[in-house]
């Protein structure tokens, strides 16, 4: 997961885009962040799930997630 040493940022792509989007901008960034940028579900690099379509209470449990994961102490 990066430099967790580092200061956190989290990148959230837009709807019909992708994270990698974000590495043009990335590698302008002047010091260095630990960056977290995920795909939402069934966009790049993650897979579809059995579900026809996908709510967005269920996008919001993914972000819930993340920044539990990558930030455990901030409750």
Do not use: N
């Amino acid at each position: 997961m990066g430099q967790r040493r580092r200061a956190a940022l989290v990148m959230l792509h837009g709807w019909m885009d992708v994270s990698a989007s974000f590495q043009f901008v990335i590698d302008a960034f002047t010091r260095d962040w630990h960056v977290v940028a995920p795909d939402w579900r069934g966009y790049g690099l993650t897979a579809r799930t059995q579900a026809d379509c996908y709510w967005f209470a269920d996008y919001l449990a993914d972000v819930e997630f993340i920044l539990d994961a990558i930030a455990p102490d901030c409750r």
